[in-house]
């Protein structure tokens, strides 16, 4: 007589193998997972507590969903997951094993009777029906004088435990790159080469090889000069004491080699192509009053030169405005992309007495830095005149920025999904089928099993014997 205890183990061992519990851990793990998405991560203690109500930032803090992919509910998630899939290989695998392998080839009347597929057979024998399924692709073996066994496609009963396999090679490949993986940058420029790659926290690896820019090209949208369509790197690759090679490296076409891979990440200005100025050069502004649609004219436009009053219409020469500083890119206040942000500094002069300083930005239109609340008055930088510099355009030198992946856990995943694709090949196109062929009082009995239409098979059997 079992124990209790023996009956609990036995039924926690069913449940954790179960395929409703396994089911339930990867909906909560795709939850976590939206979770993760919407959350933005790796930001600090205040911004949740300032962009969350006290409840949200706390349940953020308690489950780490700062981190998710990190945090220990996901990873204690993946490990039951895992253990889900490995408990239910364990236990069904056996009987998969047994059933590919060592099939039940004896079988009485009355169980072919009763199998899925069932057709009797008058006026032929059991030679004419065993030549009939050989020429269709049956193997065929004699049990008896009576019994006939055959199957073909037997190796399709093992594609679950291929994707159950593959499943767990692709966890274990997601903790390895979990663990391992490490993600850094290489920024670029035309005529340029590295041969190390630097990662968070300034520490540095060498590649194993030197990558140079050759070429590096920007396609912009029509409609939206700003916003890049795509961009490629041509590189030349170089490895010690091997011949150097050519690529391109686009969105979606990663470079792999040495165990990492890279990939277009960004792209900035060069800094060769910063705008110098002058004082001889000449800034364009426009003035408006805040609070007006941006459709309405301005109330002035000047070109302005350094040392020259401008008074502002409407003031009756009380405000004038003149321009001190004219930057061609202004580094406090540089732009996303990396492009040069020209600037001009200008002092409100009121009743000849200089009241406020101020800056204004091409790429920043009707914002003013300082924002004073006591000026009623904006200004916007337009573009530069100069000399001989000019702001930088779309048609000149970029540098690249290139991601860079070092993941051991990569191969990993690309045998889990190599294993998959030939789990589910076996799953959904390799159809195992079995007949047992009987003989009883001058009648066939033909009974069969397939993981295929039943329907559709037992009218091939049908036509199969019917044509003997």
Not at 278 to 296: C, F, H, Q, W, Y
Not at 358 to 387: C, G, H, W
Request: include cysteine; charge should be positive.
């Amino acid at each position: 007589m079992n124990s209790p205890e023996k009956k609990y183990d036995i039924g926690l061992l069913k449940t954790l193998s179960s395929i409703q519990f396994g089911i339930i851990i990867m909906i909560s793990i795709v939850v976590i997972s939206v979770v993760g998405t919407i959350i933005p991560q790796g930001q600090s203690a205040d911004y949740y507590r300032e962009q969350y109500s006290a409840v949200t930032s706390f349940i953020i803090k308690v489950f780490r969903f700062d981190i998710t992919y990190h945090s220990p509910l996901f990873l204690s998630l993946s490990g039951l997951l895992g253990m889900n899939l490995f408990l239910c290989s364990l236990l069904k695998f056996p009987a998969i094993l047994k059933k590919t392998f060592m099939p039940d080839t004896v079988v009485s009347a009355e169980k072919i009777a009763r199998l899925p597929i069932y057709v009797t057979v008058q006026d032929k024998t059991l030679d004419d029906i065993g030549k009939t399924f050989t020429s269709s692709g049956f193997r065929l073996r004699k049990i008896d004088n009576h019994r006939l066994f055959g199957e073909k496609w037997r190796i399709g009963y093992l594609g679950s435990s291929f994707i159950h396999l593959s499943l767990l090679i692709l966890l274990l490949g997601g903790l390895v790159s979990l663990v391992t993986g490490r993600r850094g940058k290489i920024i670029l420029e035309k005529g340029h080469s590295v041969s190390e790659v630097t990662f968070p926290g300034k520490s540095t690896i060498p590649l194993g090889f030197e990558i140079s820019l050759n070429h590096f090209d920007v396609e912009f949208y029509e409609d939206f000069p700003g916003r890049p369509k795509s961009y490629t790197s041509s590189v030349t690759v170089t490895k010690p004491s091997l011949p150097s090679f050519d690529t391109d490296i686009r969105v979606n076409h990663p470079l792999i080699c040495n165990g990492f891979t890279i990939f277009q990440s960004g792209y900035g200005k060069s800094k060769v192509m910063e705008t110098a100025v002058s004082d001889n050069d000449t800034a364009i502004v426009d003035v408006r009053l805040k609070g007006i649609p941006a459709e309405v004219p301005p109330l002035a436009v000047f070109d302005m030169v350094k040392g020259v009053q401008y008074p502002v219409p409407g003031f009756e020469d009380s405000i004038k405005i003149s321009m001190v500083e004219l930057h061609g890119d202004f580094k406090h206040s540089r732009s996303v992309s990396g492009e040069p942000n020209p600037a001009v500094k200008l002092e409100v002069i009121v009743h000849d007495v200089v009241k406020w300083s101020v800056y204004a930005f091409k790429n920043f239109p009707r914002m003013n830095m300082p924002m004073e609340k006591d000026l009623n008055i904006l200004f916007t930088m337009q573009d530069i005149k100069n000399s001989g510099s000019k702001i930088a355009s779309n048609n000149e030198e970029y540098y690249t920025v290139l991601g860079v992946v070092k993941d051991k856990g990569s191969q990993l995943m690309w045998a889990g999904a190599f294993i998959m694709s030939v789990g589910m090949l076996f799953s959904f196109f390799v159809r195992p089928e079995r007949i047992w062929v009987c003989e009883v009082n001058g009648r066939i009995l033909i009974g069969a099993t397939t993981r295929g239409d039943h329907d559709s098979h037992r009218q091939f059997i049908n036509k199969t014997v019917n044509n003997t």
